[in-house]
Antibody, heavy 119, light 105 residues
């Protein structure tokens, strides 16, 4: 079974560092891109960026460039999304999603990681 | 970025009704339009890719069509389990999602 398993919910304070993870299983991890998608409370889906695990090539949405960092560890089939200094406005659910390549849809999704940033 | 619009933003329908949701892109996207279903408290699920191709495991009551620059998601006979928000997304360039259409039963 193809799965993307995300790390658990996080509660952090403004200014703190955070890294969340997305572990792929049941398929060849390097054969699919991993996207990160944000969903703020009660709002729609926003694409943040993606990584090609084979070459570690990263593309960011202009809206998120410089605010987050996407990375990957191929040896453990895991992609990461990190913030160096969280803000209250980063409170959201973050999803990872698999994509075969350009033009394809995101056909496998993780369960989501809820991030709460509050002082 | 390519902007996506959807209409309506919400709708209420009865079981058995035919439901139509429309999506439009601000630029040319060929057929690279995908539809997702998101049930309350759940992750999105891919329903339709390439404008009209049904994702494996998705019921056949869901279909997608393209007419010029308009893309349509059709639920031929609405079921209670179709209560969800539906999003379109273009994959012609860096992905962008539509604002969503909430379907109430």
């Amino acid at each position: 079974e193809v799965l993307l398993e995300q790390s658990g919910a996080e509660v952090k304070k403004p200014g703190e560092f955070l890294r969340i993870s997305c572990k792929g299983s049941g398929y060849t991890f390097t054969s699919y891109w991993i996207n990160w998608v944000r969903q703020m409370p009660g709002k729609g889906l926003e694409w943040m960026g993606r990584i090609d695990p084979r070459e570690s090539q990263i593309t960011y949405s202009p809206s998120f460039q410089g605010h987050v960092t996407i990375s990957v560890d191929k040896s453990i089939s895991t992609a990461y999304l990190q913030w160096s200094s969280l803000k209250a406005s980063d409170s959201a659910i973050y999803y990872c999603a698999r994509q075969a390549s350009s033009y394809y849809g995101m056909e496998v999704w993780g369960q989501g990681t809820t991030v709460t940033v509050s002082s | 970025d390519i902007q996506m619009t959807q209409s309506p933003s919400s709708l209420s329908a009865s079981v058995g009704d035919r439901v139509t949701i429309t999506c439009r892109a601000s630029e040319y996207i060929s057929s690279y339009l995908n539809w997702y279903q998101q049930k309350p408290g759940k992750a999105p699920r891919l329903l339709i890719y390439d404008g009209s191709s049904l994702q494996s495991g998705v019921p056949s009551r869901f279909s997608g069509r393209r007419s010029g620059t308009d893309y349509t998601l059709i639920i031929s006979s609405l079921q209670p389990e179709d209560l969800a928000t539906y999003y379109c997304q273009q994959s012609y360039s860096n992905p962008t999602f539509g604002p969503g259409t909430k379907v109430d039963i």
